[in-house]
T-cell receptor, first 114, second 113 residues
Framework: DVKVTQSSRYLVKRTGEKVFLECVQD?????MFWYRQDPGLGLRLIYF???????EKGDIPEGYSVSREKKERFSLILESASTNQTSMYLC?????????????FGEGSRLTVL | AQSVAQPEDQVNVAEGNPLTVKCTYS??????LFWYVQYPNRGLQFLLK??????LVKGSYGFEAEFNKSQTSFHLKKPSALVSDSALYFC???????????FGKGTRLSVIA
C-alpha cells in the first residue's frame, strides 16, 4: 500500500523554538509538497520540490524553509516558531507528468505553538 | 494564475437524497481538475479527476463529477447520499504544466439520517 508518512501527528512547541516536520514517501514520487490547512482558508501551499535538492516557494513561504536531501524525504522547518504558525500541516507527493498529478497526502501534523 | 471557488461552506442533505457540491475554477489553458475528501483528523484522499475526454467522470465511493467548460464548473455529485459521506470536500485545479494544485476552501457535507 502506497504511503506518505508524517513523523508527528501532534506537536506542542513554544514561541521561538525551531521545529522540524518530517515527511517520507515510499512511492518513488518526484514531486513533494507542504501545505498548511486552516479553517475557512482551505489548503495553502508553503513550499514544493520537484527533485532532490530542489525547492520552490509556494504562496506562503514566509517563516518556513525546507530540505530535500533524498528523493523520499521532504522536511519542513520553522526556524523560530510563532503562534500564527499554529495549524495543521499536510505533506503530499505526486508523480511528475501531465496525465497524473493527483496528490497522495500524509495524515497531517497538527502543530500548536504556545 | 489558477483559482478555485467553492461557494458553499456547508451542504446539508438527507440520507438517500442526491447530493451536489459545487466548484468553479479559473485557469489559463486546459484545466486539470480534482476532488478530494477529508475525514476528521485525517489527510486528504483522492476521489476523482478530470484530465481530458468524457465530461462525466466517475470516482471512488460512488461519486462522480461533471466538467462544464462553458460554465467553468466541476461539480461533485452522488445519486444517493450516505451518512458516511459526511466529510470535508476540496476541489482543486492546475494547468497543463507540472504546476502545483490550487485548492478551494472546502465544503463541509453533512448527511443526516
Amino acid at each position: 500500500d502506497v504511503k506518505v508518512t508524517q513523523s508527528s501527528r501532534y506537536l506542542v512547541k513554544r514561541t521561538g523554538e525551531k521545529v522540524f516536520l518530517e515527511c517520507v514517501q515510499d512511492m518513488d514520487h518526484e514531486n513533494m509538497f507542504w501545505y498548511r490547512q486552516d479553517p475557512g482558508l482551505g489548503l495553502r501551499l508553503i513550499y514544493f520540490s520537484y527533485d532532490v535538492k530542489m525547492k520552490e516557494k509556494g504562496d506562503i513561504p514566509e517563516g518556513y524553509s525546507v530540505s530535500r536531501e533524498k528523493k523520499e524525504r521532504f522536511s519542513l522547518i520553522l526556524e523560530s516558531a510563532s503562534t500564527n504558525q499554529t495549524s495543521m500541516y499536510l505533506c503530499a507527493s505526486s508523480l511528475r507528468g501531465l496525465n497524473t498529478g493527483e496528490l497522495f497526502f500524509g495524515e497531517g501534523s497538527r502543530l500548536t505553538v504556545l | 494564475a489558477q483559482s478555485v471557488a467553492q461557494p458553499e461552506d456547508q451542504v446539508n442533505v438527507a440520507e438517500g437524497n442526491p447530493l451536489t457540491v459545487k466548484c468553479t475554477y479559473s485557469v489559463s489553458g486546459n484545466p486539470y481538475l480534482f476532488w478530494y475528501v477529508q475525514y476528521p483528523n485525517r489527510g486528504l484522499q483522492f476521489l476523482l479527476k478530470y484530465i481530458t475526454g468524457d465530461n462525466l467522470v466517475k470516482g471512488s465511493y460512488g461519486f462522480e463529477a461533471e466538467f462544464n467548460k462553458s460554465q467553468t464548473s466541476f461539480h461533485l455529485k452522488k445519486p444517493s447520499a450516505l451518512v458516511s459521506d459526511s466529510a470535508l470536500y476540496f476541489c482543486a485545479v492546475r494547468d497543463g504544466g507540472n504546476t502545483p494544485l490550487v485548492f478551494g476552501k472546502g465544503t463541509r457535507l453533512s448527511v443526516i439520517a
